[in-house]
């Protein structure tokens, strides 16, 4: 019932920028929260980065200053853009809705392959 469709990953070199972006469809509305999550190879996913529809963000401290979240709440798309990309950013990203704030986690993309490397 709801989609959510990820574009931009890619191999970068390190001190790179790339811009994910995650649209959300189906029969919600509108999302409370959207968000990122990464998954680095061999280890466990983590929260990178959220926001809630009224603009409130939360970032991974790993991230901080380098990745900024933003969305466009009238298409129900959430953008990461990346700046300053290192090595230990190469992750697989999945983009998540919360469509009531309740902290749900139910609703996923399918992965975009982020790869930092000289």
């Known amino acids: 019932q709801v989609q959510l469709v990820e574009s931009g990953g890619g191999l970068v070199q390190p001190g790179g920028s790339l811009r994910l972006s995650c649209a959300a469809s189906g029969s919600i509305f509108s999302f409370y929260a959207m968000g990122w999550y990464r998954q680095p190879p061999g280890k466990q996913r983590e929260l990178v980065a959220g926001?809630?529809?009224?603009?409130?963000?939360n970032y991974a401290d790993s991230v901080k200053g380098r990745f900024t979240i933003s969305r466009d709440n009238a298409q129900n798309t959430v953008y990461l853009q990346m700046n300053s990309l290192k090595p230990e950013d190469t992750a697989v990203y999945y983009c998540y809705a919360d469509p009531h704030g309740l902290g749900s986690r139910d609703h996923w993309g399918q992965g975009t392959q982020v790869t930092v490397s000289s």
């Open positions: 926001i809630t529809s009224g603009g409130s963000t």
